[in-house]
């Protein structure tokens, strides 16, 4: 779906030469007043977005942008942002710049201070963050900042930090969506179980912590009676997830629902699936690879999406634009929650925003 | 929005145009064939959104999945509502037509999911007659004194919002109701608490493709896909404040 209008097209379009076009874009030289409307015009009619081309000064400077995220997995979250990167300097093919990828274990805070500090080692013209854990990042930050490097958080924020900018999610309204979601469809005297990962050397992401803050606050505002449970999680050691879900499942309980407050929710829903649970819905939040297969299968009702390739995307087509052009940022930026079900989700476009 | 009888003369003056390329946004189903027919005849490329009309051959449609959509729409609402209590389907009555062809599919969607699900919940009609605003509260007024069981409404069409400002208006807060399109009363409504899911289409996203096909086929003879099907999007009073309409321009 994705087609970029060039100088040649524009020129196509206008019955002018691309010189033409180039001089016009760049204001340089002399053209003709009937030159100048018809390019105006279909520039208008194209919706051409200027940054797109840029003048041969800024082709001969090369740029170096770390982008630092937890470690990729095909099919997981932080893929999608990083295909949403890819996306931005394609459309940015002209400018040269040079990326250099730093992943940490995002469950392990000892690599990610290990990766933060080959970070500081580089030249960088701006960095690409992707947080999980707080004192970590706040300390690269203040690097950054004493360093004079733009740096631009994806995923999440934080206080006390002063990026260039940051897209993200409403993690707090995400929580808090779950809760009216899940509460609108089981029953009233039910218990809620929630479940998040369990990290080594911090409690909790920041992202679930916020998310369970949002969903605390809708219980409480609603006055809600649901008993919440925690539903204990393993990502380092996935084996102990069945007998966790057997003794708890297998049991009498009063769980009529789960939420799961990070990506992982699909891998509970496996669970179930090869435990022969299959009556309790499941909330979860972003589209993996796995979360789409228990949405489709019907283990999980509900998934919420937050546009990772769009955050990824921007973040990029941010840092180009104001490395290369001085633009002015806006700092603040919160991306969609996207409802999915399983009847709309063969509808979604992920790259929605490449129209 | 055009009463039929204006519809004959709009498309008789179309088809007199002497145009490159037509975009139809299509609501009554003969009118319209008859009219995609003079244009292949006269050899018009032309696209339309919204909906699908059959028996056409236009060169793109740009659509969502209307009978996915009302599907969906009952699947919402019989997750949030009792098991035994009623539900109330808000239904235009237009003129000269039964039904715009969205409606209708949607509707068929709707009961192939009670159906298929073995849902018990009883679908009572609301009949509101579009042309006639000042007949509302009355109609209304009337069809919920006479049925006390219903616990959600769904309206198929854009016009949810008449019914979210009634229950505004009446004070009525525990009837759950769901929507499609994001036109403005609908949006207060979703924010006010009254709507509780909007499902929506996306139309800026579907009028920007069709007319941006339509320049590529014109201009460059682009090869166009003929069937595309738009996103649903289902917003909740928590998430349409982040929702962007232009999204696809970003």
Not at chain 1, 23 to 47: D, M, P, Q
Not at chain 1, 284 to 294: R, S
Request: glycine fraction near 6%; charge should be negative; charged fraction near 25%.
């Amino acid at each position: 779906m994705q087609r970029k209008i060039r100088i040649k097209d524009i020129s196509e379009m206008a019955g002018v030469s691309p010189g033409t076009v180039d001089r016009i874009l760049h204001n340089r030289g002399n053209v003709s007043e009937t030159a100048r409307t018809a390019v105006g015009e279909v520039l208008k009619k194209v919706n051409y977005k200027p940054n797109i081309h840029i003048s041969g000064l800024s082709l001969k400077r090369k740029y170096k942008v770390v982008i630092t995220t937890p470690s990729v997995t095909e099919g997981e979250y932080w893929e999608s942002i990083h295909f949403g990167i890819q996306h931005a300097l394609e459309e940015y093919e002209n400018i040269r710049i040079k990326c250099l990828v730093h992943t940490y274990n995002e469950f392990d805070v000892y690599s990610c201070r290990e990766v933060y500090d080959r970070i500081l080692q580089i030249d960088a013209d701006g960095v690409i963050i992707g947080l999980t854990f707080k004192e970590e990042t706040l300390r690269l930050a203040r690097n950054l900042e004493e360093k004079g490097i733009p740096y631009i958080f994806v995923d999440s924020t934080m206080e006390n930090a002063s990026p260039l900018a940051f897209f993200t999610s409403d993690h707090y309204r995400c929580g808090y969506l779950m809760a009216r979601l899940i509460t609108s469809i089981i029953p009233q005297d039910s218990d809620i179980g929630i479940s998040y990962a369990i990290r080594i050397g911090d409690e909790s992401a920041n992202t679930s912590t916020l998310r369970q803050n949002g969903f605390n606050a809708y219980l409480s505002e609603k006055k809600k009676t649901h008993k919440v449970q925690l539903i204990p999680y393993s990502t380092m050691e996935p084996e102990k997830n069945d007998v966790w879900v057997k003794e708890l499942f297998h049991h009498q309980h009063n769980i009529g629902g789960v939420v799961f407050f990070n990506s992982r929710g699909g891998l509970l829903a496996d669970c179930f699936a090869r435990n022969g649970i299959n009556n309790i819905p499941i909330i979860g939040v972003d589209l993996t690879v796995p979360n789409i297969k228990a949405l489709k299968n019907g283990y999980i009702d509900f998934l919420i999406g937050q546009e990772p390739e769009h955050q990824g995307f921007l973040a990029m087509k941010t840092l180009i634009e104001y490395l290369v052009y001085r633009r002015p940022v806006k700092v603040q930026n919160y991306v969609q929650l996207d409802i999915l079900t399983k009847e709309i989700i063969d509808y979604y476009n992920q790259f929605n925003y490449l129209s | 929005m055009l009463k039929w009888q204006e519809y004959l003369p709009v498309y008789n003056k179309i088809a007199q145009l002497d145009a490159d390329a037509v975009i139809i946004g299509t609501t009554f189903k003969e009118e319209s064939v008859r009219l995609a027919h003079q244009l292949e005849e006269k050899e018009f490329p032309y696209i339309l959104v919204d909906s699908m009309v059959e028996n056409t051959s236009p060169l793109a449609y740009f659509t969502s999945d209307h009978y996915i959509c009302g599907y969906l729409v009952a699947k919402l609402i019989t997750t949030i509502i009792p098991p035994n209590a009623d539900i109330g389907m808000l239904q235009a009555v237009r003129i000269g037509d039964e039904s715009a062809n969205t409606s209708i599919l949607r509707k068929k969607g709707f009961h192939d999911y009670l159906t298929e699900h073995h849902i018990t919940n009883k679908v009572e009609r609301i009949p509101f007659t579009a042309m006639e605003p000042e007949k509302f509260d009355e109609q209304l007024g009337a069809f919920f004194h006479e049925h006390h069981q219903i616990g959600g409404v769904v309206v198929l069409n854009s016009r949810g919002g008449i019914l979210a400002d009634y229950f505004a208006r009446k004070g009525i807060n525990d009837i759950k109701l769901i929507c499609v399109d994001l036109t403005a009363p609908n949006v207060k409504g979703l924010k006010n608490g009254y709507i509780d899911f909007l499902i929506g289409q996306e139309p800026e996203h579907q009028g920007f493709l069709a007319m941006r096909t339509l320049i590529e086929y014109l201009l460059y003879r682009h090869p166009v896909r003929v069937q595309n099907n738009i996103q649903l999007d289902i917003l909740t009073s928590e998430t349409i404040d982040y929702y962007k309409r232009f999204n696809f321009m970003s």
